[in-house]
């Protein structure tokens, strides 16, 4: 039976690298693209809730990290983070759509 720290290394560790990688993405494509199928106040107050959850896994990677691999992150958080950075990834098709040529593949 494989450990409690093995298992969170080996899930936990990577899967706070994807989000860490995502977050990242999407916030370059919010700052960078000028999303015209939603208002300039919508698209901040997204970047705004991408910055925050990038401070939020800041804090539970550091937590992660100085406990030797032993402190998870609490699922609902997590759940959190995979509905912004879907409702994120759904403006880049939607934009992707719109400028099919473009060469922002960020999100």
Not at 27 to 50: C, D
Not at 58 to 63: D, G, K, N, P, S
Request: hydrophobic letters at 45%.
């Amino acid at each position: 039976m494989m450990s409690k720290a093995k298992l969170l290394r080996e899930i936990l560790g990577p899967l706070l690298e994807d989000y860490r990688y995502w977050f990242e993405r999407s916030r370059r494509f919010l700052q960078e693209e000028t999303l015209e199928f939603i208002s300039p106040e919508a698209q901040q107050a997204l970047l705004e809730r991408v910055l925050a959850a990038q401070a939020e896994l800041q804090a539970a990677e550091a937590l992660y990290h100085l406990s030797d691999n032993e402190v998870g992150v609490d699922p609902a958080l997590m759940a959190k983070w995979h509905r912004l950075l879907m409702e994120c990834a759904e403006l880049g098709r939607r934009f992707r759509q719109i400028h099919p040529s473009s060469d922002s593949s960020e999100v």
